[in-house]
């Protein structure tokens, strides 16, 4: 996205800042107030048509998938009905609705893993994003699924604190959970990783600094 600017700006210092976490609330300790199956892993957030959600189900439905293995989505758009809808057909579907903000980590920690399969509906991923889930998901000791689009999947390559997997493929989705459930070792060596990065690099503290520095940086060069 950075490069994209670039070119179109022609301008030669461009700042990427990405999404960051709230390490104090999102973390490997928190508390759950919620019954859960003892192994699941989890989609938290918005449920726009890009985040493929339909992708997940189908995932489910291959034979890669654990079978006791559950999917629980805390969160509310239009992918809501497909979710509810496959929550009546499969026991192992737990759909939560949207949470007070201050829940969700207790959940996420809980899980083997979260997942971030975005597509590229509506050509918003294929120069790079930073969802905040991730970020999330990483600070609470939790490895993610993501899918390879720039950003997440640099950040889950670059710090080994995931699986990368290809674009509405649920075959690789499948695999990729199968892998964390059947490797628990490397599952908890990913979460620690991705715990340790978001503490030294995305804290909202690490955030607040380096936005500070950018518009010092501007400040300063505009006397």
Sequence with gaps: ?????KSE???????????????DLFKPSASCNYELPENYVIFFGAMAVWQGLDVIL?????????????????????????????AQKDKRIIYLGPLPYKDIPGVVCRSLAGLSTQNNKGNRSATGLYPLKVFETLSCGVPVIVTKFPGQADIVRDNSCGIVIPVDDPHALAQAVNYLYNHPSQAKGMGKRGRYLV?????????????????????????
């Design 58 to 86: 189908k995932a489910m439905e291959l034979p890669d998938w654990p079978s006791e293995l559950s999917f629980v989505a805390c969160g509310s758009g239009p992918g809501k009905s497909l979710i509810e809808v496959a």
């Design 1 to 5: 996205l950075a490069e994209w600017v």
């Design 199 to 223: 503490e030294k690099e995305f804290s909202w503290d690490r955030m607040a600094e380096l936005t500070n520095r950018v518009i010092t940086s501007v400040l300063e060069g505009s006397h």
């Design 9 to 23: 700006t022609r301008m030669s210092e461009v700042h990427v800042i990405p999404n960051g976490a709230n390490i």
